[in-house]
C-alpha cells in the first residue's frame, strides 16, 4: 500500500465520523509492519470530554486487532485556521508508544489537494516512551 492508498483509506472512513456537535469531520488510516490497514474516525459524545480522536480510534484498534506495529498513520481532515490539520498531542503520544519515533505521519486536505508528510520525532520530539 503506498502513501496514497492510505491517505485514500483515511478519506473514505470520514464518511464514519460520528460528529453531531462540531460537524468537523476527520478520519484516520494507519499501516503496520505486517501490511495491515486499520482506520479510524472521530466520535463525539454529548458529554463533550468523551469524545475520541480519529487517530487514537485507529491506533487502538491496530492493537485490539493484533494487526502489528504501526509504521505510517494518514490523517484526513478539513484545515484548522487554514493550516493543514496535525494529530493532537494526546494522539502523537500514543502513536510515539505503539509505533515509535520513525512512524511516518501524512495529513492531507479531504479532497486531497493538499498533503504533507512528516515524522513523530519531529511532531513529539521530547515526549516520554518506553525503554527498549
Ligand atoms: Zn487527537
Not at 483509506?9 to 465520523?17: F, T
Not at 484498534?61 to 498531542?89: E, F, I, M, Q, Y
Not at 505503539?98 to 486531497?112: I, Q, T
Not at 512528516?118 to 518506553?130: N, Q
Amino acid at each position: 500500500m503506498d502513501d496514497t492508498d492510505l491517505i485514500d483509506a483515511a478519506s473514505r472512513a470520514r464518511a464514519l465520523s460520528h460528529v453531531p456537535y462540531s460537524e468537523f469531520s476527520m478520519a484516520a488510516a494507519v499501516l503496520t509492519d505486517t501490511g495491515e490497514v486499520r482506520v479510524g474516525a472521530v466520535v463525539e459524545n454529548v458529554s463533550l470530554g468523551l469524545a475520541m480522536c480519529a487517530e487514537r480510534v485507529a491506533l487502538f484498534s491496530t492493537v485490539a486487532t493484533d494487526a502489528g506495529r504501526p509504521v505510517a498513520l494518514a490523517l484526513v481532515s478539513p484545515r484548522t485556521s487554514g493550516s493543514l490539520t496535525h494529530p493532537c498531542g494526546a494522539c502523537l503520544q500514543v502513536a510515539l508508544e505503539l509505533g515509535g519515533p520513525e512512524l511516518r505521519v501524512l495529513v492531507a486536505d479531504p479532497d486531497g489537494t493538499a498533503s504533507t508528510e512528516t515524522t513523530l520525532a519531529e511532531l513529539l520530539p521530547m515526549g516520554p516512551a518506553k525503554r527498549s
